[in-house]
């Protein structure tokens, strides 16, 4: 073999061995573009989801605050109900409330003071539901009750002054 050839095979190796060092650098490089590239595809993709997240917790949030209004306004009109009830057992009314009843009212307002504090959907907080729901419904019945009987004993009296008047 003669010296240019033995120049020729030792540039060819050369540039064999740089072509090799450029195309590794190459594929690195672009290793390091796909993977820079992926973690901002998935920085996006996770901060799309946290601002979907966040609107759905603001939009339960004002979900919740309007049902407490709405059950801390009812519970207001209960109690309402049985301090208006209480009075009149006071006044001396027509006594149609038995212990049975005034125990029920108790109950219902006790109840109701529970279920405010604990209203969320919170596992377990069934039973309490069911038993608000059966206490309300008992007394919405012992109110039409001793409403029934006053509108009864108001026509009465007005029957009573209609023959005073008459006579």
Not at 56 to 67: G, P
Not at 80 to 102: F, H, M, P, R, V
Not at 109 to 121: D, N, Q, R
Not at 146 to 161: F, P, V
């Amino acid at each position: 073999m003669q010296a240019q050839h033995i120049i020729t095979l030792v540039g060819l190796a050369a540039c064999f061995l740089l072509l090799t060092v450029f195309i590794r650098r190459a594929i690195k490089r672009a290793l390091r573009r796909s993977y820079w590239a992926g973690k901002s595809a998935g920085i996006a993709d996770s901060s799309a989801r946290m601002d979907a997240l966040n609107a759905d917790i603001a939009m339960l949030a004002r979900r919740r605050d309007r049902d407490r209004k709405g059950f801390l306004h009812t519970i207001e009109l209960k109690n309402l109900t049985i301090t208006q009830l209480e009075d009149q057992l006071k006044t001396g009314g027509n006594g149609s409330l038995t212990k049975a009843d005034l125990q029920v009212l108790l109950d219902t307002a006790i109840t109701l003071g529970l279920a405010h504090k604990t209203w969320t959907p919170i596992k377990g907080t069934e039973p309490w539901r069911a038993r608000a729901t059966t206490q309300l419904e008992q007394l919405n019945s012992i109110v039409l009750r001793i409403l029934g009987e006053i509108r009864i004993s108001n026509r009465s009296a007005e029957n009573h002054t209609d023959a005073e008047e008459a006579a």
